[in-house]
């Protein structure tokens, strides 16, 4: 194959030029013979000069091309005569006849061939005939190849809709028209990978009709759409139905291709109504909306075959609503049914930010924005094998004479996981919804997963209008509990400081565009964020007259901490800033940045201020304290010895614990006196939440140690028989080491720290002291009344007796017994993440120091630093896989 076109066609100018001139006085056969070596082809048939005369390089050719000629080729020798190829008033193929009209090459000529009609495959054929045309100006750079396909008919393959649709079948003609050149291949109605057909003719009583050509793994597919009557109540509109020919050694397979999509339109009366279905890579999805006069129905749903699943959601919208009293009213009312389904956690928060959430909540139009819906319903619910999805949806409104507060409330229930989701969307528009002048909108979406101890809410105010400024931001929260306990709250985003944790939906800035016109903006922004050890809150304030490089702007905000102990204090960041630009150039402006801490010890600013006027550029700075009272006094340190005392005497900071593999079997109880009963081979489990253990701690909440302490509490069985493994809980960092208000920003705000330990009792030997115990049974009647034997003694078995009875028991005999599989632990599964730890890097570098041992908590990796001699402030504590090698 030739690289372009202008290859093409210097290599059959080249060749053909000096062929002519001993044409003439060949025979027959050597002429053909000749002539098919000059064109560099086997011999002179369709078949052969087709792929040859179309033989355009990939680089230009596109996918439609390559596939178009090699089917067209293969379907060249069931052509009906007469077959030509020609160079106008040079030479002349008919059939196999050449006749040589000019002994020599004009400066520009042009190669025709044309062939057909012909049969393809599947209903498929060419009834017009088929064409191509080199054009070789005398500089080869100009040629252009024309490649034409006339009266391409398919007759596409129905079912019974479709047969309903069009009685008569549905079969269309059109044409192929290509052209490539220097610039590429590009075929009428498309590019180079696909055309929309020019149609001659279509199945009567269709609207809008339309064919498409385009290649799809491996295979021509031509498609249809078109539109028809449903027996005069309703209209239908067809997509993608049709044929796919696939090639392959000895011609090509056909095969018919469901329609792709199908839309309804019915009018009946005071019925009506709309839907749409569409299918796509084995998915089929839908969606339709029915008017009954009082009541608007609408459904939309996505099905899959592989791995089967399904997902639906159904409403139903009431007008006039329906009257709950105290101006209340139920507008609507639906529900959602997911098999195999699950919730996405973080799928629902970013459709909650992204404004999809009314892709699900009672949407306007479902079949109008069926794509974007089902986009929504595949990032919100994930398919799940055994799990299921399913809850109610309701529309409540208030006010007089229409509703303009609305609130949409979905509440999901997942099975068997028992996790809860919540979709909401409040809208309070005012005077009226058809024209509000204030419009506040909120998008909620909330997941309470109490199995793992997970609360998530996330809010958008998307859409929001305040008067005529336009309102954004929103809000996240996330607590949980466990292994990885946390807490955040936060309106609007974080502190700059503040790194955001992994996975957590950072809401967008709060803010209100004041005014908003090219060349007037004031925009106000803010935040507000809560964390176990950090209360941050910022706004800013932004004004902007002018262009661009014409005006004024302006900009003053702060970004602040508010601590708690050892007394009330903030930190407080102000920044501002002025400029005023003339055609691009600054002349005049005015920088400011302030720190502010206090009120205790001390008030306390520093910072400095700019000013640039023209050539000159001025500095400020500032640092001074005012207010001074002394050092804080502290509150008097605690007395965490006894609060751990305390702790060891509460029974619930003991727990005891069956052996393994004993809990399907067996349960224990409380004694008489209320204490917990232990097993005699079972565990004791000890842990207290009071401090952590074995780590040097310097405060307890707002109250200071002394001196830094290290508190233990010792668990052993009598005599020290037994092993003894550390139990491990979660303990907030701030409220037992000092932390500055930079570590309680980036530092981790939970970690799991020492907090008892679990008791494992020796395993008893031959000599163990063992106990025995008479083995008594006595008579029950289960027959009629006053039948019953009289009541005697209970009967003792001897141990010999009772071995050979067991043996023949129901229990003994029974297939669960005998299977001996239904109590056994299953294997363990791989561990798939490994523990978390810490080591110490240089912080320029982020090479490790291998002279300090890999700790398992950033607790002990920070006094680990501070332990090195003088070089402290040249390494940093780091995870792990944060370590450079």
Not at 816 to 821: E, G, P, S
Request: proline share 9%; aromatic share 6%.
């Amino acid at each position: 194959m030739s690289d372009s076109v202008a290859d093409l066609a210097t290599e059959l100018r080249t060749a053909l030029g000096p062929a002519l001139g001993t044409l003439a006085a060949l025979e027959a056969d050597r002429r053909r013979e000749e002539l098919g070596r000059a064109l560099g082809v086997p011999s002179l048939t369709p078949e052969a000069l087709l792929p040859r005369l179309a033989a355009v390089g990939a680089e230009q050719a596109g996918a439609l091309w390559p596939m178009l000629v090699e089917l067209l080729s293969e379907a060249a020798g069931q052509s009906r005569p007469p077959w030509s190829f020609e160079v106008p008033d040079v030479l002349r193929v008919n059939g196999g006849e050449v006749k040589v009209m000019a002994p020599a090459l004009p400066p520009e000529i042009r190669l025709d061939l044309h062939f057909g009609p012909l049969p393809l495959a599947g209903g498929l054929e060419v009834r017009g005939g088929v064409s191509l045309t080199l054009a070789i100006p005398a500089d080869p750079a100009g040629a252009s190849l024309v490649f034409a396909v006339r009266g391409l008919r398919v007759a596409v393959p129905g079912d019974e809709l479709l047969s309903v649709l069009v009685p008569g079948g549905m079969v269309f003609e059109g044409n192929v028209s290509a052209r490539a050149d220097a610039a590429g291949v590009r075929f009428e109605g498309g590019g180079r990978d696909g055309a929309a057909l020019p149609l001659g003719t279509s199945p009567p009583g269709v609207r809008a009709p339309a064919l498409h050509l385009a290649p799809r793994s491996g295979a021509l597919r031509l498609t249809a759409s078109f539109g028809a009557s449903l027996y005069g109540v309703a209209e239908a509109t067809v997509e993608g139905v049709g044929t796919e020919l696939r090639l392959a050694v000895g011609g090509a397979t056909a095969e018919a291709i469901a329609p792709s999509g199908i839309g309804l339109v019915l009018a009946l009366g005071p019925v009506k109504g709309s839907g749409y279905l569409e299918q796509r890579d084995g998915r089929y999805g839908g969606a339709m909306a029915l008017s009954l006069g009082v009541v608007e129905v609408k459904a939309f749903g996505v099905l899959r075959t592989d791995p089967l699943s399904l997902l639906a959601v159904l409403s139903a919208e009431f007008t006039p609503p329906i009257e709950l009293g105290l101006a209340f009213t139920l507008n609507a009312v639906g529900g959602i049914l997911g098999v195999n389904h699950a919730i996405d956690h973080a799928g629902l928060a970013a459709a909650v930010q992204a404004g999809h959430l009314d892709d699900i909540l009672f949407p306007a139009d479902p079949a109008a924005a069926l794509p974007q819906i089902l986009g929504t319903l595949g990032s919100v619910f994930r398919t799940q094998t055994g799990s299921m999805v399913v809850g109610p949806m309701f529309r409540l409104g208030w006010g007089r004479p229409v509703s303009f507060l609305t609130a949409d409330v979905g509440l999901i229930l997942e099975l068997p996981s028992g996790v809860i989701a919540l979709l909401g969307r409040l809208r309070i528009a005012l005077p009226a919804p058809q024209a509000p002048v204030i419009d506040l909108r909120a998008a909620v979406a909330g997941v309470v997963d109490a199995a793992n101890g997970v609360v998530e809410i996330t809010a958008d105010l998307a859409g929001s209008r305040l008067l005529f400024a336009p309102i954004e931001g929103g809000l996240a929260l996330r607590a949980k509990s466990g292994t990885d306990p946390a807490f955040i709250l936060t309106a609007g985003g974080f502190h700059p400081s503040f790194p955001a944790p992994a996975g957590f939906p950072v809401p967008k800035r709060l803010s209100i565009a004041i005014a908003d016109s090219p060349f007037l903006k004031i925009v106000f922004t803010g935040y507000f964020a809560l964390t176990p050890g950090t209360v941050q809150a910022g706004a800013a304030l932004t004004v902007s007259v002018g262009t661009p490089d014409t005006g004024v702007e302006g900009r003053l905000g702060f970004d602040g901490l508010v601590r708690w102990e050892p007394s009330f204090g903030l930190v407080l960041d102000l920044y501002g800033s002025f400029r005023l630009q003339v055609g691009g150039a600054s002349l005049c402006s005015v920088d400011l940045r302030v720190r502010v801490e206090g009120p205790t010890p001390c008030w306390h600013i520093a910072g400095r201020a700019s000013v640039s006027l023209f050539f000159f550029d001025v500095t400020f700075p500032f640092d001074e304290h005012w207010g001074c009272t002394g050092q804080v006094t502290a509150p008097p340190p605690p007395d965490v010895a006894r609060l751990v005392e305390q702790a060891v005497g509460e029974p619930r900071s003991w727990e005891p614990l069956l052996p393994a593999d004993v809990g399907a079997l067996a349960a224990l109880r409380a004694d008489a006196e209320g204490g917990r009963l232990l097993h005699p081979l079972g565990r004791l489990r000890f842990s207290q939440r009071v401090v952590p253990l074995g780590v040097k701690i310097t405060r307890f909440g707002p109250g200071r140690l002394p001196t830094p302490t290290a508190f233990d509490v010792v668990v052993q069985f009598e005599g020290g028989a037994g092993t003894a493994t550390p139990l491990k809980e979660q303990f907030a960092r701030a409220d037992f080491f000092d932390l500055t208000d930079e570590e309680k920003l980036t530092q981790p705000a939970f970690e799991a720290l020492r907090s008892g330990a679990e008791l494992t009792p020796p395993t008893p030997g031959p000599t163990a002291p063992r106990r025995s115990v008479k083995v008594l049974y006595e008579t029950k009647w289960i027959g009629g009344p006053g039948l019953e034997p009289e009541r005697g003694a209970r009967w003792f078995v001897s141990e010999g007796v009772l071995d050979v009875a067991l043996g023949h028991g129901a229990v003994a005999r029974s297939a669960v017994h005998l299977d001996r599989t239904r109590y056994t632990g299953g294997p363990r599964p791989p561990q798939v993440l490994n523990e978390r730890s810490y080591a110490i890097a240089r912080t320029d570098t982020l090479a490790e120091n291998t002279s300090v041992t890999r700790m398992s908590t950033f607790t002990e990796a920070a006094a680990a630093l501070k332990a090195l001699p003088g070089r402290a402030a040249q390494f940093q504590a780091i995870p792990v896989y944060e370590v450079l090698k």
